[in-house]
């Protein structure tokens, strides 16, 4: 069995941004993302109404270099204007080769 060494990058934000984050994840070289909901609580509390939107937790599988430039843009483009968060973990994935 071969595995192979990739990232996990995980990006919890606001929904409103959900369509803009992929667009750009995909441009910065991702080949696929997954998303789902997201709840929970951080420094500024818990949202305490629907009309606040929902945040949502995007994945990406990619290479080292893809994940430094995705984190990057994130850090420059999105960290001054939203509320967001955004971590790397090492990972290995059988068939590497769909991620890179």
Not at 22 to 51: F, P, Q
């Amino acid at each position: 069995m071969q595995l192979y060494p990739l990232k996990l990058v995980t990006i919890i934000a606001d929904e409103v941004i959900q369509k803009k984050l992929t667009a750009d994840i995909k441009k910065l070289g991702a080949k696929g993302y997954t998303i789902g909901k997201a709840h929970g609580e951080g420094a500024k509390g818990e949202r305490m109404s629907e009309w606040e939107g929902e945040n949502v937790r995007l994945e990406t599988l990619v290479s080292e270099s893809v994940a430094e430039k995705i984190m990057a843009h994130l850090a420059k483009e999105y960290f001054p204007n939203y509320t967001i968060i955004a971590y790397l973990s090492d990972v290995a994935v059988l068939r590497g080769e769909k991620f890179t």
